[in-house]
């Protein structure tokens, strides 16, 4: 099997459904190399298509589900064959939030990495599939859940549809897969789904049909079925209250068709996603694009692709944060010190309050380092450049302007310690030999079992387990992922009081 074909899949799926991205830079992590894929506007549906033909691939090929092929997810294709479906979904689906930007960059790595199918019965695979998709949602990386769903054949079983139609109500896209439904009415998650499809496609004398006979059959008056009727005919409830129906894409696309949207803050991740189209207000993209890039599911040049796109319309909160980072890239742009360093000050005060420090380090550490700062912005610098994918050359060129446990753990050296903490994150991160009973080289067929261990105990350890968190700067180390260890390390330090 050719090695880009994970590419191949997340072009098409993307190209079928129009999930496009601003323009990054070379990639930083899965999240941004998706980032950079282009995505032209997709077609207008004017009929569902024809049904289409799968043929089956060869019986010795295994299966490989995915879209980040080995040179750029870092891992073989095997990395779960020593394992069982099942329990891996359950092991996935009860892995804690990562909050930790090092944790989430590799959970995305692991999820959108092209793999073969753990052995199992083919209900377990699926299950596995799923639990990834699942989790992608989870943390609103709506896209390449919907790309991973494309990937391994969104229409194959129901279950997978019916997650498929989730993610294309939440991004917008509910034209192109209502096609794909009205071809193969049998994957209809639910007959409100079929009624919603027929009414989109503009036959609205079919889904009062299909309405009318549902709502016949059933026993008693669904709330969503009440909700639908106010869809079909607006006017005959203008002035009736809304039913109280329970959280559901469809439902959430329904309020909006309806012209009563719900505000996506206090909702589940997945639903931001939604206000990051071109019909939501500025304000709403801006909120939806932070929450989304704490989760580390959004690029980060699209997080600044927002916060340039006009000028701030107030202050206080999120207004605040755009004019301090186009202060800070109007500044770099002339590259005068004073100036730079006033921006710099500011910009790090309102982005590490609103636990968006990773992110200004990744956009304009590399500037930074160019930049002859002094005092607090020079600080601040090494910092965001200790934060940064450049934290090695950061601290070699820092030499003792830093904390020696800060140049220790990014340098990979020894250095006494002079909390718990230092010591734990030294421990694990450092020392050539792990602690005993800690971390053994996984099997390499049983690596992705491994790494889903080493994030449990690190979350863990963020929370205040340190030898949870020694354990986990273990398993990574002592499986090559000594750049993901190295990273926690420093943004459990950086990241706890902003300071150096």
Known sequence: MAIDRPLHWLVAGLLAFGAGGAAAQEPLSIIDWLDTVPTPAAPRVIAPPAP?????LAASEPTRIGLAPPQISGLAHDIWQSLDGAALAQTLAGLPDQGLPAGQALLMTLLLAETTNPPATPQAQDQFLLARVDMLIHYGAMEPALALLQSAGATATPDRFARFMDVALLLGLEDAACAQLLAQAHLAPSQAHLVFCLARAGDWRGADVVLGAHMALAQEDAPLDQLLLRFLHPDAFEDSPLPDVPLSPLMFRLRESIGEPLPTRPLPRAYAVADLRDIAGWKA????????????ALADNRLLGLYSERIAAASGGVWDRVRAVQQLESALQIGEAARIERALITAWDVMFEAGLAPQLAVLFADQLAAVP???????IALRLQLLSPGYR???QSAGTEIPAVLRALALGQSATPHTPLDDALLEGAILEEAAPNTAHPADPQALGAALLTALALLQRGADGDLGALTSSLNILNMNGFTDAARRASLQMLLLADGGI
């Open 373 to 379: 700062l002094r005092g607090p912005a020079r600080q």
């Open 52 to 56: 289409v033909i799968v043929t089956p």
């Open 393 to 395: 050359a950061a601290a």
């Open 285 to 296: 993209q801006l909120d939806a694009a932070e929450r989304l890039a704490r989760s580390g």
